[in-house]
């Protein structure tokens, strides 16, 4: 069945592409039409904004846009003759150049000289067998003269009138028939644009139409965004290019602005394309080299500029495409539809990944050309510590740490992943050594983190790293515990400066105590020194023997809540040995409500519950009492208000 579904898959795949072949007379200006509608789109939304109707709304932008498009269009043909019309002085520039190169050489070298001897060769090679045995067409008193051939002129009749009118507007009925309809299909899809979002929703099943509705509504909107933007900036590219070029001096400095900006929608290659026309004309304008020199340092300062500078700052971050994903993409749509092709496969390719973004049927889409990660940052995580590999799992956390805090990122990343250990090891897919691994593992990772500010660095320096961007993604800028108080040690209460006045206990199991010792890491970078002790320590026999000293706030720290009866016994035992000091519950289980959290807490008579780590790690500052104005002043330091 597996098999008839994957064939059956490969022949609409084969179908499919053969359409887009063979009809892409149809599909391409269909395809240009729903880019320009993207780009339109927001245009058309200012002016309805303003109370323009639709109808006029749709009518004015198109007709506008089409406008500066033909405009564009007569700059580029203007150029363009004036160039030809300047390539016999070109030829002669270019003449001199190679002759006088020629001269500066010390004489002839012995690859031309090889040259040379290969091109005698092969004229002697031409020449026919038996030249001397050819026949003779006439003699005149006995000598071996040929006679002289008779020329023969072939012409053709004096076209008529009619055939010269199809003559001259024979070229020009493809182009003029492109753009009809193109600009019909702009008009419609302007005008129907919720309805043919609303039939695309029923073609594409969803069961939740309120959900998809929102999406795709928002990937639109994206789109429209990305689009503009980057006609925008490529714009700006060729503006900078062309204005660049003729104060260089370079001829038709208007075409190869022009052109720059169209071939930059085309990835990697497209600028070094635009450079190529420029360099060599600045060889066959200047006698010297200097407008050489000056043409290649203009495109070497501007494209990297607005490619590594310019474009993360006003993107954000990439299109979403992965890298094999463009490349693909290229030679796909380039095969099917030449140079055009070439130009629209980075923004088709982007509808489709943003498609199976928010449409569950196309979800593959997204799988195999988006730069979004096939594991989620969760499942990362937990196999790096499962492969026993803590430094890459820092090296993304450091990336991660750019964006947002260290905080967060154990709440989000890596307490999830821990969760997802815990599921395997309640239905006994982890022995006991995989156990052992994952807990060293976690408290490698969190020494390699210690030096780590739990704050994100400026903005400047933010990451580019597409798995520690998942997963930045996940948490909002002004979360909760985003930004955590800072606490020195010489300000605290007398009963909270003891060497460790936080002890955080393992519950349960090994994944347990590597919970714990992440909490006990950024308690430590809070300014409240933490210790871990293991599950073993709960016991009867070892809790008596447990070194408190300087012990105010217990933190007794669960991945687990199908045995409410140990926290219970595990409090009370606590509670005995501890009486004065504070027990926070941790209870951290996948898909746990924080009501369900509140029965456990009364059930095992807990002083608090903590969703997180870094709510745990924020009641124990709470506890401490230096929150708020008063906290400010006995000397708590980097407070949400003073970071602000």
Known sequence: MALLGAVATAILSVIIIAMLYFGRDIFVPVALAILLSFVLAPLVGILQRIHVPRGLAVVSVVVAAFMLIFAIGSLLAAQLTQLAGDLPRYQSTISEKIQSFRDTRAGRGTLERASDMLKDLGKELDKPKDAASAPKIGTIAGSNA????????????????????????SPLVHPLATTGIIIIFVIFILIQREDLRNRFIRLAGSSDLQRTTAALDDAASRLSRLFLTQLVLNGGFGVVIGTGLWFIGIPSAILWGILAAALRFVPYVGAVIAAAFPLALAVAVDPGWSMLLWTLALFLVVEPLVGHVIEPMVYGHSTGLSPIAVVASATFWTAL?????????????????????????????????????????????????????????????????????????YDEV??????????????DALDQERLTKIRDAVSEFTSDLSDQDDRPLAKSNSTSDAEAWSAVEAVAENAVNERLPYLRRETLPLDWQGEHPVLCVAGRSLIDEAAAIMLAQLSTEHGLAARVEGPESLSTTNVFRLDTTGVAMICLVYLDARSAAHMRYSVRRL??????????????????????????????????????????????IEATGLTGSAGEALGLKNSPTAAA
């Open 146 to 169: 040929f006679a002289p051939p008779v020329p023969v002129e072939v012409r053709q009749p004096d076209p008529g009138a009619l055939e010269s009118l199809r003559t001259l507007i």
């Open 337 to 409: 539809w030449g140079p055009i092709g070439l130009v629209l496969a980075t923004p088709l390719t982007v509808c489709l990944v943003v498609l199976g973004r928010h449409v569950e049927r196309l979800e593959f889409l997204d799988v195999m050309f988006g730069d979004r990660p096939a594991l989620s940052p969760p499942e990362i995580f937990y196999q790096r510590m499962l492969a026993g590999d803590p430094t890459e799992a820092a090296e993304k956390a450091e990336e991660f740490l750019k964006e947002r805090s260290l905080a967060s990122y």
């Open 414 to 427: 890596a307490l999830k992943g821990l969760q997802l250990a815990q599921a395997d090891a309640e239905r």
């Open 575 to 620: 509670r005995r040995k501890l009486p004065k000091a504070t027990i926070i519950l941790g209870c951290w289980v996948k898909d746990i409500d924080a009501a369900a959290l509140e029965l456990l807490r009364e059930s095992a008579k807990a002083d608090l519950v903590a969703t997180s780590i870094g709510e745990a790690v924020r009641l124990c």
